[in-house]
């Protein structure tokens, strides 16, 4: 029996192209590309993200809380052929709910000399 690649998700489902930008078209019409797949997870309820900013004692935006309202992160995939092997390349993921983690202002996070917003609103320049 001849083994068939999963559904390619990304064509199917216009919100997922969106997501990813456009690279699962770009990918599957690539040289080469085989198995592009993607892993959408069920719609976060609300009750998650407020418990999520509850936790983190801050707001999420608007446009990512509606990103969770449609899935709850994603996980897609893409392999190369090389002669008659298939070799994993590629990996794009976005966290689920649980596995989102806040960045403080930390100097773990930065660059020694990164510009901050607070430099860009001080910029009197032209």
Same mark, same amino acid.
């Given at each position: 029996?001849?083994?068939? /690649? &999963? &559904? !390619? +998700? %990304?064509?199917?489902?216009?919100? +997922?192209?969106?997501?990813?930008? %456009?690279?699962? $078209?770009? +990918? #599957?019409s690539s040289?080469?590309?085989?198995?592009?797949?993607? !892993?959408?997870k069920? &719609?976060? #309820? $609300?009750? @998650? *993200? /407020?418990?999520?900013?509850?936790?983190?004692?801050? @707001? @999420?935006? #608007?446009?990512l809380?509606?990103?969770y309202? @449609?899935?709850?992160?994603?996980?897609?995939?893409?392999?190369?052929? !090389?002669?008659?092997?298939? *070799?994993? !390349? %590629?990996?794009m993921a976005?966290?689920?709910?649980?596995?989102?983690?806040? +960045?403080?202002? /930390?100097?773990m996070?930065?660059? &020694?000399?990164?510009?901050?917003?607070?430099?860009?609103?001080?910029?009197?320049?032209?």
């Amino acid at each position: 029996m001849e083994k068939t /690649s &999963p &559904p !390619l +998700l %990304g064509c199917n489902k216009p919100h +997922l192209e969106k997501l990813t930008l %456009g690279i699962t $078209r770009i +990918l #599957e019409s690539s040289p080469g590309v085989t198995e592009v797949t993607i !892993l959408e997870k069920a &719609p976060a #309820e $609300r009750h @998650m *993200i /407020s418990s999520w900013e509850q936790k983190n004692n801050c @707001m @999420m935006p #608007e446009d990512l809380k509606n990103f969770y309202l @449609m899935t709850n992160g994603f996980h897609m995939t893409w392999s190369v052929k !090389l002669d008659e092997h298939t *070799i994993p !390349l %590629g990996n794009m993921a976005i966290n689920s709910i649980s596995k989102l983690t806040q +960045l403080n202002q /930390s100097s773990m996070y930065s660059l &020694p000399n990164a510009p901050t917003l607070a430099d860009l609103e001080d910029d009197t320049h032209e």
